[in-house]
C-alpha cells in the first residue's frame, strides 16, 4: 500500500496567515493526489483534485502543488471557516489511502 | 443538486452483518463510481473500497476483501456496502461518496455518514 505522510498533524495559526500543509508518498503517484477540508461532524469537503487543480466553489485562497512525491497545500490568507481538519489522499493505486489529517487550530 | 443520502443508525453485536445504504440523485446515477469511507470516532479517513455503478465492477482495500460487499441498483439510483464479521474495530461512520474517473479527480460528493456501532 502506498503510504501518505502528512504533516504537521496539528497547526496553530491566525486570520490571515499564510500556512502550508504537506503530504509526502511512500512512492510515486504522478499527480493523482486530493485534498479534503472536515469540519467536526461533518463530512468531508474536496478542495483540490489531481495535485493543483481547484475543485469548483471552492475559494481561490486554497491552492495546491506538487513536486515530485511531495505535496503542498497551501492556503494564502486564513478565513475564520478555514478552522477544520485537512486529509491529503491518494488515487493513484487501490486501496486510496488518506494521510492522517492536519488539524488547523485558532491560535 | 447533487444528493446522496444515507440510511440510518445502526447498533450490531459482534460476528453480525449491517448493511448500508446510499441514494443518489440530482445526476445520472451510471455514470459515477461510488466509494466508501469509514471514520472510527477521533480518528482518520479509511477507504474501503469503489463499485462503478457502469458495470458493476469493484475493488476493495485487501483488510476488508471477503468482508465487505458493494451493490448498487440503478432502478432506484441506491448504492449498498455489506460488512460481516463485525468486531468492535469496526464501530465508525461510514461515508458514500461520489467520484469519476476512479477517484482521479477526487470524491466530490459525499453522503452525510452512517453510524455503526459494534457492542456486545
Known amino acids: 500500500d502506498i503510504q501518505m505522510t502528512q504533516s504537521p498533524s496539528s497547526l496553530s495559526a491566525s486570520v490571515g496567515d499564510r500556512v502550508t500543509i504537506t503530504c509526502r508518498a511512500s512512492?510515486?503517484?504522478?499527480?493523482?493526489l486530493n485534498w479534503y477540508q472536515q469540519k467536526p461532524g461533518k463530512a468531508p469537503n474536496l478542495l483540490i483534485f489531481?495535485?493543483?487543480n481547484l475543485q469548483s466553489g471552492v475559494p481561490s485562497r486554497f491552492s495546491g502543488s506538487r513536486s515530485g512525491t511531495d505535496f503542498t497545500l497551501t492556503i494564502s490568507s486564513l478565513q475564520p471557516e478555514d478552522f477544520a481538519t485537512y486529509y491529503c489522499?491518494?488515487?493513484?493505486?487501490?486501496?486510496?489511502?488518506f494521510g492522517r489529517g492536519t488539524k488547523l487550530e485558532i491560535k | 443538486q447533487v444528493q446522496l443520502v444515507q440510511s440510518g443508525a445502526e447498533v450490531k453485536k459482534p460476528g453480525a452483518s449491517v448493511k448500508v445504504s446510499c441514494k443518489a440523485s440530482?445526476?445520472?446515477?451510471?455514470?459515477?463510481?461510488i466509494n466508501w469511507v469509514r471514520q472510527a470516532p477521533g480518528q482518520g479517513l479509511e477507504w474501503v473500497g469503489w463499485?462503478?455503478?457502469?458495470?458493476?465492477?469493484?475493488n476493495y482495500a485487501q483488510k476488508f476483501q471477503g468482508r465487505v460487499t458493494t451493490t448498487t441498483d440503478t432502478s432506484t439510483s441506491t448504492a449498498y456496502m455489506e460488512l460481516r464479521s463485525l468486531t468492535s474495530d469496526d464501530t465508525a461512520v461510514y461515508y458514500c461518496?461520489?467520484?469519476?474517473?476512479?477517484?482521479?479527480?477526487?470524491?466530490?460528493?459525499w453522503g452525510q455518514g452512517t453510524l455503526v456501532t459494534v457492542s456486545s
Open positions: 461518496a461520489r467520484d469519476i474517473l476512479f477517484g482521479r479527480k477526487g470524491l466530490d460528493y
Open positions: 440530482g445526476y445520472t446515477f451510471s455514470s459515477y463510481g
Open positions: 463499485i462503478s455503478v457502469y458495470n458493476g465492477d469493484t
Open positions: 512512492q510515486t503517484i504522478s499527480s493523482f
Open positions: 489531481a495535485a493543483s
Open positions: 489522499q491518494q488515487s493513484a493505486s487501490t486501496p486510496h489511502t
